[in-house]
């Protein structure tokens, strides 16, 4: 079946530190992967996709790339700000799933000042 | 942008009774929504899938008669928690998808505690 592992948090960055958060996944067939971002209050957000392998997601500075010999798609960020504490959910979105995207369970990034 | 929007945030309720949960497209049409149930640390849980005008779709292990879902129209769902019990609380999230059909639009979810 389809499913999502993604690093347990919560992450504590000092600001303008690198940021790493790891996913990988189990799917048949070529599934669409994505990073979601809940900020507080809020609902979740697309944050970056993407479709096929080796295709790099990006958005607001943050990137991740699909690797399917590894079958992960990590999120990283070079600098992160205070701007940036959220939960990050990595997702997959498969054919074989009816299109049913499958959420990993979340990781909460704290950036102190 | 594309907002969902979820009501209510959080509900306390007695055992034995219903709480109903509704999911609302603001400015897109839905022809398709999700719902999901989330415990504690753990990811979301696909319930069911509700399509516009047809019944839903629950995925195995989830009780049809527990959970009623609703899907009137192109911009609402509702989920109706009957004969709540404290093992029903949970955190549960629905998600909106566009017309084009791979777009995720998501609530902001409902915190449900049963005493």
């Known amino acids: 079946g389809n499913s999502v592992t993604q690093m347990e948090g919560p992450v504590t960055l000092s600001e303008e530190a690198f940021l790493t958060i790891n996913c990988t996944y189990t799917a048949t067939g070529y599934p669409s992967l994505f990073w979601y971002v809940q900020y507080p209050g809020e609902g979740l957000q697309l944050l970056l996709k993407a479709t096929k392998a080796d295709d790099k997601g990006s958005n607001k500075g943050f990137e991740a790339t699909y690797r399917k010999e590894t079958t992960s798609f990590h999120l990283e960020k070079g600098s992160v700000q205070v701007s940036d504490s959220a939960v990050y959910f990595c997702?997959?979105?498969?054919?074989?799933?009816?299109?049913?995207?499958?959420f990993g369970a979340g990781t909460r990034l704290f950036v102190k000042a | 942008g594309a907002v969902v929007s979820q009501h209510p945030s959080r509900v306390i309720c007695k055992s034995g009774t219903s709480v109903k949960i509704e999911c609302r497209s603001l400015d897109f049409q839905a022809t398709t929504m999700f719902w999901y149930r989330q415990f504690p640390k753990q990811s979301l849980m696909l319930m069911a899938t509700?399509?516009?005008?047809?019944?839903?779709?629950?995925e195995q292990g989830v009780e049809k008669d527990k959970f009623l879902i609703n899907h009137a129209s192109l911009t609402l769902s509702t989920l109706t928690v009957t004969s709540a019990h404290p093992e029903d609380s949970s955190f549960y999230i629905c998600?909106?998808?566009?017309?084009?059909?791979?777009?995720?639009?998501f609530g902001s979810g409902t915190q449900l505690s049963v005493l």
């Open positions: 998600s909106a998808q566009d017309l084009g059909g791979e777009k995720l639009f």
């Open positions: 509700s399509n516009e005008g047809s019944k839903a779709t629950y």
């Open positions: 997702a997959l979105i498969n054919d074989t799933g009816g299109f049913k995207t499958i």
